[in-house]
């Protein structure tokens, strides 16, 4: 069975750190490009980030951008989400979902995740003070 299993998040204060784990079980993550994605209460899911599956291409939503990294480790078969200085908007259950689109080379989220086939179970990040 293709799973996709999360692990990290909890409460953090603002300007903290955290880090999300995607591993992959019942299938080799290395030829996939994988995306990050979060939902806020009462907002509509969104995209965060991706990966391609060689990991020299990566995507951030504006955001999140020089604050979040994702990495990826093919040996282990798991995605990275290290989140650094969270502020409070960033509070949001996380998922990791695959595989997402390559459009000219460059990993693509779409629109609230739509039309992704395997996603992790979700895990939440509480930002406050």
């Known amino acids: 069975q293709l799973q996709l299993v999360q692990s990290g998040g909890g409460l953090v204060q603002p300007g903290g750190s955290l880090r999300l784990s995607c591993a992959a079980s019942?299938?080799?993550?290395?030829?996939?490009?994988i995306g990050w994605f979060r939902q806020a209460p009462g907002k509509e899911r969104e995209g965060v980030s991706c990966?391609?599956?060689?990991?020299?291409?990566?995507n951030y939503a504006n955001s999140v951008m020089d604050r979040f990294t994702i990495s990826r480790d093919n040996a282990k078969n798991t995605i990275y989400l290290q989140m650094n200085n969270l502020k409070l908007e960033d509070t949001a259950v996380y998922f990791c979902?695959?595989?997402?689109?390559?459009?000219?080379?460059?990993?693509?989220?779409?629109?609230?995740?739509?039309?992704?086939?395997?996603w992790g179970q979700g895990t939440q990040v509480t930002v406050a003070s």
């Open positions: 990966i391609d599956s060689s990991g020299d291409s990566t």
């Open positions: 979902a695959a595989p997402v689109p390559i459009v000219q080379h460059m990993c693509i989220l779409p629109r609230g995740g739509g039309g992704l086939p395997y």
């Open positions: 019942g299938f080799s993550l290395g030829t996939y490009a």
